[in-house]
């Protein structure tokens, strides 16, 4: 569910950032309303689990800042800054990097049907934005061509 949710989160910020919204207002907006939900859960629970004291909140929160908030908002910067397909690109390779990286703990265990899926489906997102750019590329310069009767051969 984290994965799907950054994913559907980055293409809808992308889209923002093509508008014109910073990634300094989309992280502010996206965190606000992520620490209002974080907030009535703790009001729905009556409490924060297990952080029991002021100092493990002040730790955890510090750790959410350095390790969550401001990764993403760099990686929010330079998809704003980069072309719609090597955006999309990116986030089609993000399952596979997650991949890669839980290989490093010890706990987790290679799984061959896992990394398939993942492949597959990085490959088939991959295609699929590059074939989109082809068709929107011809569609364009379909629509920059003057019509037949205005082009000089046709003049006579």
Avoid at 38 to 45: C, E, I, P, S
Avoid at 83 to 107: C, K, N
Wanted: charged share 10%; with cysteine.
């Amino acid at each position: 569910m984290s994965g799907i949710s950054i994913t559907i989160s980055l293409l809808y910020c992308k889209r923002l950032q093509d508008r014109g919204v910073g990634a300094d207002t989309v992280m502010t907006v996206r965190y606000v309303l992520l620490i209002l939900f974080a907030g009535t859960v703790v009001l729905w629970q009556r409490g924060f689990g297990s952080v029991d004291t002021p100092r493990q909140f002040m730790v955890l929160s510090a750790a959410t800042t350095v390790f969550i908030v401001l990764p993403l908002y760099a990686y929010q910067l330079g998809i704003g800054r980069t072309a719609p397909l090597t955006a999309h690109v990116i986030r089609a390779l993000g399952p596979v990097f997650v991949f890669a990286l839980e290989q490093l703990d010890g706990r987790l265990h290679y799984s061959l049907p896992t990394l398939a899926c993942i492949l597959v489906y990085s490959a088939s997102v991959i295609l699929s934005n590059i074939a989109h750019g082809w068709t929107d590329k011809s569609v364009r310069g379909k629509a920059l061509q003057p019509p037949l009767a205005a082009s000089p051969a046709h003049c006579d």
